[in-house]
């Protein structure tokens, strides 16, 4: 069983930047596909990035395109979500989750899109983001 646990999360002024870390344990990370979501006061949960198990295809939700890029390293079981120019909107609390490569419907692993929540089995506890205008 995959345990996810994010990190890097905090207050920031309006403009500035945060690395998001996502760590796994209890499995092999290079098997899951990572997505990035976050979930603000009121507002659904919203998918914003996803990269593949080895890092080949990334997905952005093109709100966040030209701000925020998501890598991984899978020598240290960790994916990134780099996010500059951050705007009170973004503000939210913000999850990673995975989907294993080896499930019956493996398009939900491929990151062909962005990420939509019921396609993923795993998730972290979230870590909260806020930016002050």
């Known amino acids: 069983q995959l345990h996810l646990v994010e990190s890097g999360g905090g207050l920031v002024q309006s403009g500035g930047s945060l690395r998001l870390s996502c760590s796994g344990s209890?499995?092999?990370?290079?098997?899951?596909?990572i997505g990035w979501f976050r979930q603000a006061p009121g507002k659904e949960r919203e998918g914003i990035s996803c990269?593949?198990?080895?890092?080949?295809?990334?997905n952005l939700l093109p709100a966040a395109e030209g701000r925020f890029t998501v890598s991984r390293d899978n020598n240290k079981n960790t994916v990134y979500l780099q996010m500059n120019r951050l705007r009170p909107e973004d503000s939210a609390v913000y999850y990673c989750?995975?989907?294993?490569?080896?499930?019956?419907?493996?398009?939900?692993?491929?990151?062909?899109?962005?990420?939509?929540?019921?396609?993923?089995?795993?998730w972290g506890q979230g870590t909260q983001v806020t930016v002050s205008s």
């Open positions: 989750a995975a989907v294993s490569i080896f499930v019956p419907d493996t398009i939900r692993a491929t990151c062909t899109n962005p990420p939509t929540a019921s396609d993923f089995d795993h």
């Open positions: 209890g499995s092999a990370f290079d098997d899951y596909a």
């Open positions: 990269i593949s198990a080895h890092g080949g295809t990334t």
